[in-house]
């Protein structure tokens, strides 16, 4: 008990701070606009922030490296069976089957929230086991990391959700290019990818389809009156009672998917670039502990996961707002209002600072510095 | 290498994301700021109450019934049950309502995006909504609304004047935003003539609200301007003693002052107008459009007839105002002239002639064959400028809409109209009102005040506007004196010496009346026709329309009578039963006063002894 408590000390000394600060604003900003547009949800949002940071601090504790090899697989599989189980026995709403309820307690739950998790930590144990040769991946081993990308996202697709289902295509190959696949690869894909366009949209469902056309065409109602919102609050953003896109209820779902929106009507130009400067700092911060650590493929994978994440989910959602990419509800990530997604987040943040805090090399070799420096340069 | 691509492609991706909010918020600022505002503010307009037309009494003709209206909530077609229990329910208070029309009409208007009561049932009448009320109004999807529609008292009495109120159409919903608010416009007569006066102007609020129309506060509000009235110079009483006269008779009635106010404009048979307003059926329609007499005609102002024999005063004025010709120089009828090296024979109505004529007797007599002289020394362009003058062959100007021109021809005229000259004999016959000639009753009144009084007015019905007195307008005319002395003279021959054509029933009467009967053929009579068949024995369609204008008292000329009757054979012994009935109630109701004159009390012989000015005349002229 001692010498774990002993050990948990380290959790406090390579704690990357830094990365907690960064989120405070974007938390501050995201529930002063929440509580000014309905103080209820923001009184909900306060309890999704307590159990967040409760998931956040318990996975901080969980000693991820001991227990990765027997949990990673049991976790992965469970989520799959849930996502196999949306589709026999999953609750439709509005023509899409994405939800199960839990029997006994009447909670519903969206497996694909938690596969993005059991995703990237399914690539990042397999990566750390087996990492790639210096000219990157072979198709053979490409090929297998990629079937724990696509047999969750072929299953999410056809609940069907697209979004979700892009974003863990995206953010699976993504991780897959940091680590090093080889190019001959990519080019084969895209080439592939390009010719294969006009099948890939045939396969498409009726709605989906014309959420693209909508798109290719005039913004849709909702588009239309986020436009509005953006474009009246200007460059300085207007008070709360003269915010009334948002306080009037034309902007619709204003507190979750279309945040953005209002956060361009109250706080302007201005509050945008802030907000956008914000994700981008917290962006490249990620993508740097990957830069730093690719000597411990855990610490590249996750982080390097998690920075696709963010980039993903608010690239997609401020273009859709904007009018630049088709609506497909995906949330702004940590600032609209919703407890799920941002509890994950948190659980991600966490299982990264725990693998910061113990770093393999600083466990097993206590001259560090040596093995570091010894590993480094092999990387570009 | 590889982290340097991801960052290029996140760096790709927020600069064209930051160009766009740049774009959006700061440079569309204005623009959006626009969209904004509108979408906050909802404008509802307040219907202006359409203004009374009253007579000159104050009877009203045209008023605002007060009924309700019945409304259904919005988004009812999710549940389609209860629509059609609450269509049921309607239905079974008010037995007259369509159950499968208020559907579609809710059906049509439904949307998500509707968030307005959605009218079902535009009209019900007080006194039905009086039991039903209470009961409805428990339903809380029903909405009970006050509601105004036009209602015209006298029906068809008025019709042709007062005209009637429609369902406004597509096109004048775009080019009048009132009539579009409102839903209803003048379609016809005084309500279409002066449809901007009474349908007044659209007042408004205008709401702060949310998405779902909720609102919040106000921001405007303007008064409608309305209840702006008409008060015609119509007499209700004698027009409806005429329409009840001209029963089974088609033709138009015209009494007016000789200031131009009309009294009474009667054109039968008439129609109702309350079956026009909002909207007529589809039977009714075909009823009145395939009806041989036109009751949806107008015809003092939209029916043309040739003007027969009234139009000679005209060309006797006409010829004394032309250097060629003369009034002072008596003509020779021996029942027919030639024209020309042409056999055809112009006939008098009198078929052995009328022997040596002056003015006086041509007038009183209607020798046709002076006429025709007289117009052949003049041409046909100089009669026709100066018959225009004295308001034949145009619009006289009158309160209503679209009224006819009619023709009086010449010679660009049938150029224009048939691409053929003008022969002689066409001249002949314009001079004696028939072939192209064609001019409306009204025209006809307007130019018998003119002759009475020596002033050209605007007929109009219109004595107030919005309280506002019209005033009559009044044109002097220079005729010459020795001209109208002899027309009148010959005018008054016509009403009250043995032989006058209107002799029989006109000299009768407590006043003394002066006119001219008009027989306009509506069939040429053939060359070898030596003896013309009586009127009463032709076919009905080929019978002549019978004209009678007179005005009265002939000494201090006050009311013009114009009457036509289609078909009516004779104008005098149509007419002329027709015209001194309407004088004598006339009399009766005291519309001469004390200035009644008999016929011992008046000295109509003229003092005036006018020479004909020599040095204007050559005996070539005439030849």
Partial sequence: ?380 | MRYKIVFAIFFFIWGIMIVRLYHISVKSNYYYEKLAKENIERTLYIKPVRGEITDTSGKLLAMNRIGFSISLKPHLDSNPEKLEKIADRLVDTFPDLNKTVMLNVYKKQSSPYNHKHIKVVDFVQYKDMMGAYPQLANIDEVLIETQTKRYYPYSFYAAHVVGYTGRTNSKEAEEDEVADEVGEIGKAGIEKYYNDLLQGELGHITNKVTATNKEIEQLEYEKPVDNRNIELTLDMDLQIMIHQRMKGITGAIVVMRTSGEVIAAVSTPSYNPNLFVGGISKDNWKTLQEDLAHPFTNKFVHGTYPPGSTIKMGVAIAASQSPKSSIYYPETCRGFITVGNSSHKFRCWKKHGHGKVDLRKSIRESCDVYYYNKSLDMGIDTLSSSLNKLGLGVATGIDLPREYNGVIPDRAWKMKRYKKPWYMGETVIAAIGQGYDNVTPMQVARYTALLATSYLVTPHFAKTLDGKKVKPELKPVNIDPYALEQIRLGMYDVCNTNGGTAFKTMSELPIIVAGKTGTSQVVSIGQDVKERIKEEEMEYWKRSHAWLTTYAPYNNPRYVITSLVEHGGHGGSTNGPIVADIYKWMYAKGYFGSDTNTTETIHFVPKAKIKPPKNKLKMTDFL
């Fill in chain 1, 1 to 380: 008990m001692l010498r774990w408590l002993n050990e948990q000390k380290r959790l406090f000394k390579y704690f990357n701070y830094l990365l907690m600060v960064q989120i405070m604003p974007l938390l501050f900003i995201s529930s002063m606009l929440i509580y000014e547009i309905n103080p209820v949800l923001f009184k909900k949002q306060m309890l999704y922030y307590v159990i967040a940071f409760l998931a956040f601090v318990v996975s901080c504790f969980i000693p991820w490296r001991k227990i990765l090899w027997w949990f990673v697989s049991i976790f992965y599989t469970v989520n799959l069976m849930l996502l196999v189980g949306v589709e026999l026995i999953g609750i439709s709403i509005l023509g899409a089957k994405r939800w199960i309820k839990l029997p006994g307690i009447g909670l519903t739950i969206q497996p694909s929230e938690f596969i993005k998790v059991s995703v990237i930590m399914m690539l990042a144990y397999l990566i750390s086991r087996r990492p790639p040769p210096m000219r990157g991946y072979g198709v053979a081993s490409f090929i297998k990391l990629s079937l724990i990308i696509v047999i969750p996202f072929l299953l999410i697709a056809k609940e069907p959700d697209l979004g979700t289902a892009l974003v863990l295509l995206i953010t699976g190959f993504g991780i897959l290019f940091v680590v090093g696949v080889d190019w001959k690869i990519w080019v084969f894909i895209f080439v592939s990818l390009g010719l294969s366009a006009p099948v890939l949209y045939n396969s498409l469902h009726d709605y989906q389809k014309k959420r693209i056309s909508d798109f290719m065409g005039k913004p849709s109602y909702h588009v239309q009156q986020a436009l509005i919102a953006i474009g009246s609050g200007g460059m300085e953003g207007k008070s709360k009672d003269e915010s009334t896109q948002t306080q009037l209820k034309f902007l619709p779902i204003s507190t979750s998917d279309f945040i953005f929106a209002y956060l361009g009507e109250r706080l302007g130009f201005k509050g945008m670039m802030l907000v956008l400067g914000l994700y981008a700092l917290l962006i490249i911060h990620l993508m740097y502990i990957a830069i730093w650590n690719s000597a411990d493929y855990l610490i590249m994978s996750f982080a390097a996961g998690l920075a696709f994440l963010f980039f993903i989910y608010m690239g997609v959602n401020i273009y859709m707002i904007i009018g630049l990419a088709p609506v497909v509800g995906l949330p702004l990530p940590m600032f609209s209002h919703g407890g799920t997604s941002f509890v994950i987040f948190a659980v991600i943040f966490g299982i990264l600072q725990n693998l910061l805090a113990f770093k393999k090399e600083i466990m097993y070799n206590p001259d560090s510095k040596i093995v570091m420096a010894s590993k480094k340069p092999q990387k570009d």
